[in-house]
Every structure is written in structure tokens, then in C-alpha cells.
């Protein structure tokens, strides 16, 4: 068995523009997976039973449920169910939104609770609002709390983005598929593409690392 | 004597505990009044519904002669913003002081000005650094609160609670978690408010402050003011057992005779 | 919402679903007892003095951990017979796949749960002329991995999930045969509902069990 990169290489800038679409949909699935678990986790924190329940149920749903079978979900039935014109990309953007959003919401709920009930206290007592409480004293003080288990999450998420290539999104995964098929050479692409997933995760979870040992040096504790 | 706060007839559960039993009180412009109460007596309870931080189970409480919340077929109802804006005008000071770790001296004495009261940041700023003048730390405006011992800390809660010019203050046990050589700076401060006539409910063990700066002393038992009257009466001379045994079990203090 | 539901089709292809369930316990049973129990062996490796040991170890781990799973068991079906020339078969590449990913995720939490133990527990069992390897196996781990407990299961957990990903090399299992019954029936919204309440059924009741664990482990420390 011989090592051939070079049919590889040459198509290297379709790898590429995998990459791109890989970071494509983290980064949107981000952008609204965030917020939402935010609402999620304030919903959950909830006194109003009903809310609450109703949270409770979604984050635990969608924590149970395995994302390749919400992605098929939101790609083959729910375009039946509802009448609207479902693409890869947008079936994998609210996918991963929901689904990690209910991750985040437990990281959200993990960091409010964490804090210490005086500060609720101390912010009640010269008058602040409910809102006003999370937004100037709590959430600042959780999110630096998070921020490990924030990052750590948002790692799944972009491993978890593989799948999208099951419903035929060009990610970085299919991609791959169809340049070993092209070339016949599935064992240099796919182990490059292992590599630059590696090299890509690797960087990005050395980072997290260090913002963690920073904030434990600063005397911060963090929420898993 | 112009009245600031009026409570009656306030009862407090938590469940199936009655902590509250029917509280009537009156506390007038000036005044400085002490509530003393072994624990569970109920005393800290009383004043954290002043403020609503506790919502009573019954009962109505008045500030300057208006009531708090709506009544609606016997039942009493209370507003979010309501409770707000009243607790705006009253200010407070815990035992572990609640400062905002995440902000400076100065910003945690000017946060409240700002994003409750409205104030301009300018203003604020003026506000927050005579008040922190008033409590002797202008010079740790810039400072975080974890670079402050107990003392100094509690006085910027202190200094927090007075930049909201506050009708009236509401200190609960604010030197029970300092080490004995910082309860004095607390104290001092303390007794300089009452001297410049704030109105002051004040939860604490300390007898000789009682003694000393009070104008009225309170004694809580089983959710119930069992004592009420001037310090030298009610620490001297009290009226019920109750009162005696407390004050045998405070027997390092040492009243003058 | 004008659909009206049928889940009796799903009903009258319950032996169609059945063998795809089959499969899912069938892949999760493997690669959990291999998962889990291999990364007790590399965890503790990871931990071990020599850096021989603890290197590859290590290696071991930022490969499986740092790489996504899907990649792996793709990698394991195309890239590795052509490697060593041994055939894969779905099964095969999937367990592979699922197994030494969950063993470097679970070597990372035996590793922490073994870290948390007391420095003075070693000294103890030192102490009384135990090896390092009675210490380890009579004092450290019996607590390390009862503190682990709820992280282990959250981890068991994740693999029963992942075995939906050996669907993609066209393993058997419960998701791919709802695929089918999807595709003979134009039923894909009951087909993937069903199997997502199969899912959400079997797991809650274990999540709910990891928190009662979490509660109880806490009170017991």
C-alpha cells in the first residue's frame, strides 16, 4: 500500500470550502443556539410552573434525543408538517441551534444558580427590577463562570456538524465523501480531513484551556 | 414627629411555619430603633419584610403615611415596580455585605443611582464619592471589593445604601460576620447616621450600641415584639422574663450602672 | 398543521423497527462495555509516572477526543482496510468508531476521578507496605469511580446515542430502519418521531437517575 497525497492535494481547495461550510454552520447554529438557551435556562429558573415544565421538557428532549435523528427530523418531516421549503443548510442551522441550545441552557442555568443568593439580594434591596438583577449583576458574573463549559460545548457543536453531510450539506465530512469517490484515494482524504478536524478542535480546545487556568488564576470558579 | 414607617398586623409563614404572629409598629423621623431576639425570634424576618424583600403573608405596612400595594377583595397585591420604587427609598445593609464582586467601589455606589434612579452618571459619581467621603474610604473608589477587609466592605455597602438618599435604613446583623476588631469601624459609622438623624431599624446583637445610640429598643420573641421602650427601660429594668434570660445570656456585656 | 397523524403504519412495520432496535442495544451493549472499560486502562495509563506509558496514552487521547466521531467510524469503513488491509464491515468500523472514542472521553474522566482523590490516601496505603497498584486498585479507585459515577453514565449515555451515527456505513439499526419504513411509506414524520420518543423514552429516565446519583454522591461526600 502506497501513500498518495498529490490526487489529493490538487483538490484541496474543495476540502477548503468544506471547512468554510463546517464553520458556516457552527457559527450560525451559535449565534441563535446561544440566546436560546439563554431563554431556555431563565424559562427553566422559572416559579411559573407551567413555563418551567415546558423548558424542563424541551431541554431534556433534545438532550436525549440523538441529533442525527433531530436532523432528519427537521429535514424530512418537518417541511411535510409544515409547508416550508427545508434546505441542508437551513435544516442543520435550526437542528444544532435547538439541540445545542438545550445544552447551553443547562450551562446558563448551572452559572445563575451558582451565584451566590445575596447578590440577588443586594441587587433587590436598592431597588433593581428582575431584569435589571440578571442583566447588571448576575449574567456578568455567571458568563465568566461558564465560559469553560461554554467552549467546551461549542467543541461538540462543531464535531456534532459532521452529520450535516447525511443530508447532503457540502461541509468538510462531505466534502471528503466526494473527493474519495472522485479520486479513489479515501484513505489520504479521509485521514487528511481527520487531521485538519484535529488540528482545527485542537487549537480551539488548547484555548479553552488556557482561558480556564486563567480564570482559575484569577480566582474564579467556573461551572461545569 | 412625623411618621416614616407604620406596620400592622403583620404575619409571616414559610410554609407551615408561622414566623410572624401579628406585628404593630410605628417608627418616626429620626429615630434609631434596635431590635434585639435570640435566633428564630423572628427579628430579621420583621425587618426584611419592611422592604419587601420578604412579601408578608398579612398585614399592611405604610411608608410616610401611603400603603404599600393594592388590596383587592382582602387580599393585599403587590407590583413588581411598586416593590421596586419603594425599596429605591429604603435602603439596606446585610450581615455579608452582597457588594458586587464583578464592579469597583465606586461603580457598586453608583450602580443603583444610575440604572434605578436614573441618575446621570456625572451625578452619581459626585454622589457616590461624598458618601464613600462619609464612610471614610474615598481612597478605595478604585478599588475592587475583594481587596477589602469586612469592615471596609461593609461600610461601602453602607455608603451604597446611603447614595440612593434613602428615607429610611434598614441594617440587618451588619456585624455579625466580622472579626471582633472590625465591628467598631461598622459601629462608629453607624452611630455618625443616627447622630445626623437617619431614620434606622437596626437587627443586631450589639448591646451597648443598643444602649448607647438607640432611641427605642425592640425585644422579638416567638414572632411577637415583647419589649418596647426606651434602651436604659428595656435593658435595664425589662418587663418580662423572657427579656432577663436573653439578657443573662449576654452576660459579657456589661451595663453602666 | 393541517397532517393527520398515522402511527399505525409504524405499528403494522414493528418487526422492521424491531430488528433496528435489536441492532441499537446490540452496537450500544459493545462499545459501552469496551468504551468505558478501555478508557478505565488508558486513563490509568495516563496517569502513570513513566512517560512511556503515559504518553501514548495521552496521544491516545487528543487523537479520539479532538477528532469528531463520525470522521472516526468513516475512517475506520474506507480508510483503514486500505491501511492494513483488514475488512471492515459497518459493525466492525462502527464499534471501532464508537468505542475508542468513548474510551478516550472516559480516560479523561477516570483521570480526574483518580486526581480528586487525597494525596494522603496514597501515603495511607504506602504507608500500611501496599505497591502502588494495590493502593490504586484497594483505596484510589473504588472512590475515584464511585465519585465518576454520574460523568460515566452521562458518557454511556452519549454512546447510546452515537449508535445512530453507524447508520451512515449502513450498520442496522433503529434509525436506519425507520429510514426505511420513512422511504417504503412516505412516512418520515411518524417514522423519525417514533424513533426520537424511542430514544427520549429510554434515556430520561436515566438522566433523571443521573441527578438522583449527583444528589446522593454529594450528600454522601
Known sequence: ?224 | MSEIIRIENLHKSFGDLQVLKGIDLTVNAGETVVILGSSGSGKSTMLRCVNFMEVPSDGRIYLKGDMIGTERNGRMQYREAELCALRARIGMVFQHFNLFPHMTVLENVMEGQVIVLGRGKAEAKDKAMAQLNRVGLAEKAEEYPARLSGGQKQRVAIARALAMDPEVMLFDEVTSALDPELVGEVLKTMRQLAEEGMTMLCVTHELGFAYHVAHRVLFLNNGAILEDGEPQTVLKAPKTDRMREFLDGHSLFKLPD | MGHNWDFATILANWPVLWIGIQGTVFIFLITVALGLGGGLIIGIARYAQSPLISWPARAFVEVFRNTPVLVQIIWFFYAFPILTGIETDPLLAAVLGISLNTMAFSAEIYRAGIQSIDRGQWEAGKAIGMSYNQTLRRIILPVAIKRVLPALTNRGIEVFKMSTLASVVGYIETLNQAKLIADLNYNPIESYTAVAIIFFVVLYPVVQGTYVLERMLRKAD
Open chain 1, 1 to 224: 500500500m502506497e501513500w498518495n497525497f498529490l490526487a489529493v492535494l490538487s483538490d484541496f481547495d474543495l476540502l477548503l470550502l468544506g471547512l468554510v461550510n463546517t464553520l458556516k454552520v457552527t457559527g450560525l447554529a451559535l449565534l441563535f443556539g446561544v440566546p436560546l438557551g439563554l431563554l431556555l435556562a431563565l424559562s427553566r429558573l422559572s416559579t411559573f410552573k407551567p413555563l418551567s415544565g415546558v423548558a424542563a421538557f424541551i431541554v431534556e428532549f433534545f438532550r436525549t434525543t440523538p441529533p442525527l435523528v433531530q436532523l432528519f427530523w427537521f429535514f424530512f418531516a418537518l417541511p411535510i408538517l409544515v409547508d416550508v421549503r427545508m434546505t441542508p443548510l437551513i435544516a442543520a442551522v435550526v437542528t444544532f441551534s435547538i439541540q445545542s441550545s438545550a445544552f447551553f441552557a443547562e450551562i446558563f442555568r448551572g452559572g445563575i444558580q451558582s451565584i451566590d443568593k445575596g447578590q440577588w439580594e443586594g441587587a433587590k434591596a436598592i431597588g433593581m427590577s428582575y431584569t435589571q438583577s440578571l442583566r447588571r449583576v448576575i449574567l456578568p458574573q455567571a458568563v465568566k463562570r461558564m465560559i469553560p463549559a461554554f467552549m467546551e460545548r461549542s467543541i461538540e457543536l462543531l464535531k456534532t456538524t459532521t452529520l450535516v453531510s447525511t443530508v447532503a450539506y457540502t461541509d468538510l465530512m462531505f466534502q471528503a465523501n466526494e473527493l474519495a469517490q472522485k479520486t479513489f484515494r479515501p484513505l489520504e482524504v479521509y485521514t487528511i480531513i481527520a487531521l485538519m478536524y484535529f488540528v482545527l478542535i485542537f487549537v480551539f480546545s488548547q484555548i479553552s484551556i488556557w482561558v480556564e487556568q486563567r480564570l482559575a488564576r484569577s480566582g474564579e470558579g467556573t461551572v461545569r
